[in-house]
């Protein structure tokens, strides 16, 4: 469960009064690509779990890795103890930005995710993972530069920038509102519903009319994100999960489970999979599988292995069968030469060379016992 451009703005939006002006206190490593930062402020202490998908507060009571990553040391040495001046999500990208007085720390919350610290003129001083995405490289020692998809950002684009978009693209509606303007794919097709406009009609043949009624719904779902507006919405539809501040309007064809926050929603699905216990008095939305359960789904995958195995070597012996039958007499006349061979005492090397001669198929024989190996292929 990724953590999409609109959530993320409402997430950010959620935790900037807890983090702006928090010291950082403790970091550690609790996973593969997860670090848990101690914070504390006026508001009082939280851990923080920034991992590859998301960055939240979390419950959980999670046991940190004893070898950490040398990115972890790095960070430890420069950020314990600093006080967080700013945080904000970069425009319209799943990326976050907390400002220290000599130091950013940036959280690519998208693909493999990655966690860079540059120093205050954006060179790069450390990635926890070097990455390459054609021309952008996050490497240490080169200069940070943010990602950038789409033309625009669509929680500040005009209805002109909106124009002049439909008018210079060759995609249909829904994919210039995904591709060239960043909106998310399920609000984008909410987008084309609310304005009742088919979502593969040409975006460059659009009437003024239809122009306009896109850029207030876009404004309406990309407004500057507004807490009493939230109710965090996991959104389950054709196999997709995912997770929304606030409940599209589209009826029965949505599976759709609210959340008090984005927060609740993220702490309570993504933390158990780094094998959190949740804290005494805190509540925990998926069931973890028991002992009994783990060792049965171990046994099952284990049977269904040997099955593979199995179905393999049957296959095998059916063809080694198959070759036998079918090559009877040349078998069986290799073994009396092979017999004829062993009666003569004729060194082992020597025989091969003589068997093969006449029977080509024979890869190897041991004389003394009278064997020989022959290829079925």
């Avoid at 950020?79 to 007085?101: G, I, K, S, T, Y």
């Avoid at 909410?190 to 009609?201: A, F, G, R, T, V």
């Avoid at 039958?325 to 003589?354: C, G, I, N, Y």
Wanted: hydrophobic letters at 40%; a positive charge.
């Amino acid at each position: 469960m990724d953590l999409n451009n609109l959530s993320l703005a409402y997430q950010v939006a959620y935790l900037q009064p807890f983090i702006e002006g928090a010291f950082v206190n403790k970091i550690q490593q609790v996973g593969p690509k997860a670090l848990r930062l101690k914070l504390h402020s006026k508001q009082g202490a939280h851990d923080m779990l920034i991992t590859k998908e998301a960055i939240y507060f979390t419950q959980y009571k999670i046991q940190a890795l004893e070898k950490p990553s040398n990115f972890v040391e790095f960070l430890k040495k420069r950020l314990l103890n600093q006080r967080v001046h700013a945080f904000h999500q970069h425009e319209a990208e799943r990326v976050v930005v907390f400002a220290f007085n000599e130091y950013y720390l940036i959280a690519e919350l998208f693909s493999k995710g990655n966690m860079i610290l540059c120093d205050k003129k954006w060179n790069i001083l450390q990635p926890f993972e070097r990455q390459e995405w054609g021309s952008r490289i996050i490497e240490r020692n080169k200069p940070y530069a943010f990602p950038k998809a789409g033309l625009c950002n669509p929680f500040n684009v005009t209805l002109m920038q909106l124009k002049s978009i439909f008018s210079a693209t060759s995609n249909d509606l829904v994919h210039s509102l995904i591709h060239d303007m960043n909106v998310i794919p399920f609000v984008a097709e909410q987008i084309c519903m609310d304005c009742n406009l088919p979502k593969n009609s040409p975006a460059g043949a659009l009437s003024d009319a239809s122009v306009r009624a896109l850029h207030e719904r876009i404004q309406f779902y990309y407004a500057l994100p507004n807490p009493t507006r939230m109710n965090a919405t996991l959104v389950e539809d054709r196999g997709k999960t995912v997770l929304l501040p606030f409940p599209l309007n589209r009826g029965s064809t949505l599976s759709q489970k609210n959340f008090s926050t984005l927060n609740e929603a993220l702490d309570l699905h993504l933390t158990p999979l780094l094998n959190a216990q949740p804290l005494p008095g805190t509540k925990e939305s998926i069931e973890k599988p028991n002992a009994k359960v783990l060792a049965l789904q171990k046994s099952m995958a284990q049977q269904e292995e040997a099955l593979k195995k199995f179905e393999t070597l049957e296959k095998e012996n059916k063809e080694k069968a198959q070759y036998i039958q079918s090559h009877l007499a040349e078998l069986h006349a290799a073994m009396e030469r092979t017999k004829d061979l062993h009666a003569q005492k004729m060194p082992d090397k020597k025989a091969l060379e003589t068997l093969k001669k006449e029977f080509p198929f024979v890869n190897s024989m041991d004389l003394k016992h009278k064997k020989i190996v022959v290829e079925t292929e």
